[in-house]
């Protein structure tokens, strides 16, 4: 008889509640089992709780049921608002419903290490390292003194036998064991004979599809930068799967075009010789199991991993450690760079610039409509121009429009991390030549190849993340941009940046001229006044990266309000040059152009948009600190990219891209006491050491301008402050 007043003993409010209860996509035995044991553990308790699965029932849960004498519980659809939810053998984000980080959570059970899915409000998480949620849930029924009734006990020991592969996976501990022992008991169960009968079970795959073989058992994990969708087919018969091999690699192949994971890693696990068969879809993948194992994939595609059972246990934790999985673009303890480091993106630098004066007069002549660009459409219009943007010769049709905006691709599978598009507010020009104008200088000819109309919405939460107009780029996408975008190939008027903005804006062609042959070049990209604590990433990247050239790069187009006019910036810049303080540090390893860009403030995408861009003009180091390219709602000044998302899209792309990142936090005044010799320390070191870090807000520093007070020459350079102190507020955006 079961002691149901111990029971609702245990830590719990707000009885009476209705709870939905379930587990991760794609469940197997312990996920859809331990539902149903938790929604029976709550229902005890007077909550009014329902057991829910996300996807369909495999082979061996299906005979697990059948033997429990229960019915598989109901399919969820999507999550009602308000709808509280408890969690079993998960809790990991990607693996659960859309919403789920906004449903209020009652609590959690689970044998998985925390995995990023938060709650607005205080929930009880039960995590401990058993081999399954079944099994805690015994322990927890065995703390409260009650005996699980027979139909629960045998779903119980299910979980234990399933996750366990019957005690051979590393997860099993000495507990699983003595809880199964207990349980078959209680189930009137063989433990061994139910054990054979559910592997049995889960071979029973022979009537599956491809594209349901690797769905069968797999969850999706961000490693390294990369999104991975990690697959497991557990099975005492692997022959038949693997003799499946060519159909389960274009499964792969399709899945991952699909869902626009970076990779899908698949293994066909041998219970009985305990091994995992891996089957790479990509080279990519290869890479990653030939990295992680320390092994090499055979010519067929696969590689046996002896020993390899548990995705938990052997094979998440080497992908962590092997991490990140492409080898870096340069060293820089050495100051070596592979021959791919520095190489325009795509292999060639593009130039659409026409050489001759006589083909420059057709085109102009050719040209039925005239249009004055803006000075954003003219920033875009230069760099395809110079090659900045290279491979694109042109805007972007539709077809590239669309991949980049779902997935940073274009049609052939080009990395962009936002799309170069040109407006138009009607469709009337399609077919024809457009002579391209901009404050009196005739900069380029577009055919008009195609004239599309856009899916703004979608834009906007592709490319900023939101559909909100308090991102000031959504603001300007949804009011102030065309209603159709214009894609085609540009034809030059003018060979390079100065033509339009004057010295000092030197292009991609240019800028290479200028770079030794061989050193590794570390770009950085700002769009403010550089300050004491932006030199002091230079000057420590120039330590940092053996023989490296930092070359300065600055955007000086249009950005967003608050920011100081494009003019100014170039003077602080200019001014920087000369100062005793800059030359000490920056020696002759420095160069130094502006750029031409219209900032979108898309945060992580945007910092693969200038990696891109750097990369044109040979870098191959691009540094990324706290924020970068970020913004804040213009409603509640909340920032609508995480500190560090800028930083780990970077990451994600840099092999692809065959650069490096070069990753800083905030530097801060200490003191030269304290600090390095310029006085300086990294923010983590600085609160490690407890030491008095100097401070001055962004908004102190503009009162202090206007109001004359000093500025202290550790935050900021005297030339700079004199160069925004005689430009008033005028030079504020």
């Given amino acids: 008889m079961m002691k149901l007043s111990l029971l609702s003993l245990l830590p719990f409010a707000s009885a009476g509640k209705a709870i939905s209860v379930f587990g991760h996509k794609v469940p197997d035995t312990d996920t859809?089992?331990?539902?149903?044991?938790?929604?029976?553990?709550?229902?005890?308790?007077?909550?009014?709780?329902?057991?829910?699965?996300?996807?369909?029932?495999?082979?061996?849960?299906?005979?697990?049921?059948?033997?429990?004498?229960?019915?598989?519980?109901?399919?969820?659809g999507a999550l009602e608002p308000k709808q509280t939810v408890a969690i079993v053998d998960t809790n990991n984000p990607e693996e659960l419903p859309d919403g789920i980080m906004k449903a209020p959570i009652h609590s959690i059970v689970d044998h998985h290490k925390l995995s990023g899915l938060s709650n607005a409000e205080p929930l009880e998480i039960d995590m401990r390292p058993l081999c399954s949620a079944g099994g805690i849930l015994y322990a927890r029924a065995k703390a409260a003194a009650v005996t699980p009734p027979k139909h629960i006990a045998c779903l119980m020991l299910s979980c234990i036998i399933s996750d366990s592969l019957e005690f051979r996976s590393p997860t099993t501990t000495e507990i699983d064991k003595v809880y199964a022992t207990e349980l078959a008991k209680i189930a009137g169960l063989d433990v061994h004979a139910h054990a054979e009968?559910?592997?049995?079970?889960?071979?029973?795959?022979?009537?599956?599809?491809?594209?349901?073989l690797i769905m069968m058992d797999t969850k999706i994990f961000t490693i390294g930068g990369k999104k991975l969708r990690v697959s497991v087919l557990e099975t005492t018969k692997p022959a038949a799967p693997l003799a499946k091999r060519a159909a389960l690699v274009e499964a792969q192949k399709e899945l991952v075009k699909k869902e626009g994971t970076d990779d899908m890693i698949f293994f066909v696990v041998d219970i009985l010789n305990e091994a995992a068969t891996f089957i790479s879809s990509s080279p990519s993948a290869s890479r990653i199991i030939e990295k992680a194992w320390k092994t090499k994939v055979g010519a067929d595609g696969t590689v046996v991993l002896p020993g390899v059972l548990s995705r938990k246990k052997q094979m998440i934790p080497a992908l962590e450690a092997a991490a990140p999985f492409e080898e870096p673009a340069c060293d820089d303890k050495t100051g070596v760079c592979k021959p791919?480091?520095?190489?325009?993106?795509?292999?060639?630098?593009?130039?659409?610039?026409?050489?001759?004066?006589a083909e420059q007069k057709k085109l102009i002549a050719a040209a039925t409509v005239t249009i004055e660009l803006s000075e954003r459409q003219a920033c875009?219009?230069?760099?395809?121009?110079?090659?900045?943007?290279?491979?694109l010769t042109g805007f972007m049709k539709q077809a590239d429009y669309e991949g980049v905006v779902s997935g940073?691709?274009?049609?052939?599978?080009?990395?962009?991390?936002?799309?170069?598009?040109?407006?138009?507010?009607?469709?009337?020009m399609k077919g024809k030549k457009v002579l391209l104008t901009y404050k009196g200088t005739k900069m380029a000819v577009l055919d008009a190849e195609e004239v599309y109309k856009p899916d703004k919405v979608k834009e906007a939460h592709g490319c900023y993340g939101t559909t909100k107009s308090e991102?000031?780029?959504v603001l300007e996408l949804f009011e102030s941009l065309g209603k159709f975008y214009v894609g085609g190939k540009v034809h030059g008027l003018i060979k390079g940046f100065e033509a339009v903005w004057?010295?000092?804006?030197?292009?991609?062609?240019?800028?290479?001229?200028?770079?030794?042959a061989g050193k590794p070049v570390v770009a950085f990209q700002n769009r403010n006044p550089v300050h004491k604590a932006h030199f002091e990433l230079l000057a420590t990247a120039k330590n940092d990266v053996k023989d490296a050239i930092i070359f300065v790069h600055p955007t000086c187009g249009p950005t967003q309000p608050g920011d100081i006019d494009g003019a100014t910036r170039i003077t602080t810049y200019e001014v920087i040059k000369e100062e005793p303080y800059y030359k000490k540090w920056a020696g002759d390893a420095f160069r130094w152009a502006y750029l031409p860009y219209s900032m979108k403030m898309a945060g992580p995408r945007e910092a693969v948009q200038h990696m891109i861009i750097r990369k044109n003009f040979g870098a191959t180091h691009f540094i990324i600190g706290r924020d970068m390219a970020g913004t804040k709602s213009t409603l509640t000044s909340d920032d609508f990219y995480g500190a560090y998302d800028a930083q780990m899209m970077g990451e994600k792309h840099m092999g692809e891209l065959n650069m490096n990142v070069a990753k800083y936090e905030n530097m801060v005044y200490v003191g030269e006491e304290h600090g390095n010799v310029r006085g300086y320390a990294s923010e983590s070191e600085a609160k490690k050491k407890s030491l008095k870090i100097a401070k001055l807000s962004g908004t102190e520093f503009r009162k202090r301008l206007r109001s004359g007070e000093e500025i202290p020459e550790w935050f900021a350079f005297p030339a700079v402050v004199k160069t925004l102190r005689d430009g008033g507020d005028k030079i504020f955006l």
């Fill in 502 to 516: 004057g010295k000092g804006f030197s292009n991609p062609a240019d800028v290479r001229k200028t770079l030794p």
């Fill in 340 to 357: 791919e480091a520095g190489k325009p993106h795509g292999g060639a630098l593009v130039s659409t610039y026409v050489e001759s004066e």
């Fill in 32 to 76: 859809i089992a331990s539902a149903l044991i938790y929604a029976w553990e709550l229902n005890q308790k007077d909550f009014t709780a329902t057991a829910y699965r996300l996807g369909d029932v495999a082979p061996e849960p299906a005979y697990v049921l059948k033997t429990c004498g229960v019915e598989a519980p109901p399919l969820m």
């Fill in 408 to 428: 940073m691709r274009t049609t052939d599978g080009t990395l962009f991390g936002l799309p170069v598009v040109f407006d138009v507010t009607d469709d009337s």
């Fill in 471 to 473: 991102h000031p780029s």
């Fill in 197 to 212: 009968a559910m592997l049995d079970a889960k071979a029973q795959v022979d009537h599956l599809t491809p594209a349901e």
């Fill in 380 to 391: 875009d219009v230069a760099l395809i121009i110079t090659g900045a943007f290279s491979p």
